[in-house]
DNA sequence: TTGCATCGTTTAAGCGCTTAAACCAGCAAA
DNA sequence: TTTGCTGGTTTAAGCGCTTAAACGATGCAA
């Protein structure tokens, strides 16, 4: 048995190991003022050998900056919403700005209670600012949090909004998809839009839809489903959608999980891909490349999103200051072309 | 433009607003202490109308409870180890745990820079205790938090230790897979083993070599292969391995990436899976299924590490105490059987 | 009536830092 | 010799809480 929490040295310690002021280690630890030579290196010495390290908590009470940004996760629940690969790739990317400013991320890990509970919490001085990664559609957390004057910037929201927000440019991603299927040669078009409380379906399907009218081709209502992530649904839809008498050519599923469901729906009753139908994606995650055939897919910038965001975030907390209803920042796409798109048969 | 950060209200308001004392209005938080019913009431009703929250960092001064986990991915690089679908789901694990607790979880995002300089930031006050993944062999850190008297529980680290710690049974998963192919009927089985940096792949190659000497089977040298993640690397392995006279019938990959890797490998130069050559894998990671075949592996129950690990780090805060050299918590793997095996030709 | 619990609340110290303001040489200028 | 700087350091207040200890008002037994 051991005693834990043997307590560390305090800034008092060190000082009187020193003979100097309390005020005069902070000095040489933050360097806001110009000492003598010997003192700070006798102080510098003794921080070293006594192995202190200044209490964060302490830190943070008197100067108002913790150095750890929050990721709030909660606006869904953050275990279900953990396990979608694309947000650790955003969390990755939250991370690499992080760490590169010397911040620390703290994951907030109750679920969103609504604005007079939830908000308050999120401004309990444990982080210098939020990020909200997918809130869902109906949640007041943005606003909120903007009303409480706690720094905040979204990734995958829905604008306009007074909070920042970043994302992929989903209209132009989905419009870039139906346009390659389009190209391909392939009219009848179906799309499967995803849960309907995340923001990004929206002008995913509206892309669909401009690119379809654009090209002159009528948008069939049965070609366009409201499905979800879970197999079972994807799997029966998509069975439904072929057993038409004038079943879809290609297949544009609102994210790569779907698209892969499709795929594998497609191939468990006869259906060759991309020989009989042609599938695109959207996200690009890692499991594209391991299907058979390989989904052809639009690449969000997941990495780039999650630094962006950061770095937006790392300024408003800087500054102080943030515009009001800024305009959302929107990342470029790009169209992968895989194995799972072709001319129609 | 919009100023941020207009002071949230503090105790002080609340007292001022109901005419009581700092201390009561902590008491009425708190619960600490038996009041009049109507005092009660009255704060409250302030401090949901002012929309009160108590600040966690005072608090914690005061106190030394930050209610915040700190997770340590700092061994190596954490943004790459994010990357890894196995510590995103040990992560959901944790998640999971702190929150049923009402913790947060603060993500360390610097790379270990040796114990005098990493280990006192990690006592910064910041966490209430810390959770260390997958640290390097070569890594001090354990030892070095434990001698600060940091509650501090490892996962995937190398025992003995002071230090609690949990992990899949490594040597009893690998010795598994291993009977599985011998069991088929296997022989000249080879195997792969991972980054030499991680403490998990020791006992994965003694559970392999163990089980071959039980069953009488002589390891021949060319058959245990030192890899790592880079697909440039096993291709090669494998394609070098597949191209001896006397080829392996069977691969035990160290990890799943590294067995996706055998078979897609072996795709690659026309070797059929499983008819010409079985490959076992080790984790179940999404991806198992999305490779054709399906990848046989060895299951390690990630969420469970993540919550047993953080349960036994809950516990060292509460009690303040641990015993030294604690037995490391080694979870049952169990064997998933897929498409990827069969018996020898 | 006095003494003594009991109950509800306040006082005040302390947690470990930061930082404006005060202080105190030592030194140059007048 | 006095005055006024300047550089180096200390003083002390404050950040927003918690909590042991003190306090005052009741109620009740002796």
Redesign the pocket.
């Known amino acids: 048995m051991r005693t834990l929490g043997n307590?560390?040295?305090?800034?008092?310690d060190?000082?009187a190991a020193c003979?100097?002021?309390?005020?005069?280690?902070?000095?040489v630890?933050?360097g806001?003022?110009?000492?003598?030579d010997?003192?700070?290196l006798r102080v510098q010495t003794a921080i070293r050998e006594m192995r202190?390290?200044?209490?964060a908590?302490?830190?943070g009470?008197?100067?108002?900056r913790l150095h750890t940004l929050g990721v709030s996760l909660g606006a869904i629940d953050a275990v279900e919403f953990l396990s979608h690969t694309y947000v650790s790739a955003i969390l990755q990317g939250v991370v690499t700005q992080a760490q590169s400013n010397g911040l620390n991320i703290t994951l907030f890990t109750e679920p969103w209670m609504g604005s007079s509970i939830s908000a308050p919490r999120l401004r309990d001085?444990r982080t210098d600012g939020v990020l909200v990664i997918g809130p869902r559609l109906e949640s007041d957390i943005l606003d909120s949090l903007h009303g409480l004057g706690v720094p905040t910037v979204a990734v995958s929201a829905e604008g306009p909004s007074a909070v920042p927000m970043v994302d992929v440019d989903n209209y132009a991603g989905a419009r870039m998809a139906t346009e390659h299927l389009i190209k391909l040669g392939h009219r009848r078009i179906a799309y499967l839009t995803g849960n309907d409380y995340l923001a990004s379906y929206k002008p995913r399907l509206q892309g669909y839809l401009d690119a379809m009218k654009h090209a002159a081709i009528p948008v069939r209502d049965e070609f366009v489903l409201q499905s979800d992530f879970s197999g079972t649904l994807m799997t029966g839809q998509t069975i439904q959608l072929l057993g038409l008498t004038e079943p879809p050519t290609a297949i544009f599923a609102g994210n790569d999980i779907m698209g892969i469901g499709v795929i594998e729906a497609a191939k468990s009753i006869g259906v060759d891909v991309p020989g009989q139908l042609s599938v695109v994606g959207f996200d690009d995650i890692g499991a594209c490349v391991n299907v058979t055939p390989n989904l052809t897919t639009i690449r969000q910038p997941f990495h780039e999103i999650g630094m962006e965001a950061t770095k937006l975030l790392i300024e408003m907390i800087k500054t102080g200051v943030h515009e009001d209803a800024a305009k959302p920042v929107l990342l470029a796409p790009t169209l992968v072309m895989r194995q799972s798109t072709a001319g129609p048969a």
Chains 1, 2 share one sequence.
């Open positions: 307590k560390p040295p305090t800034i008092k060190i000082a003979g100097v002021s309390e005020a005069t280690v902070s000095y630890i933050n806001k003022r110009v000492l003598r010997d003192t700070r202190y390290h200044p209490s908590v302490a830190r009470l008197s100067s108002k001085g």
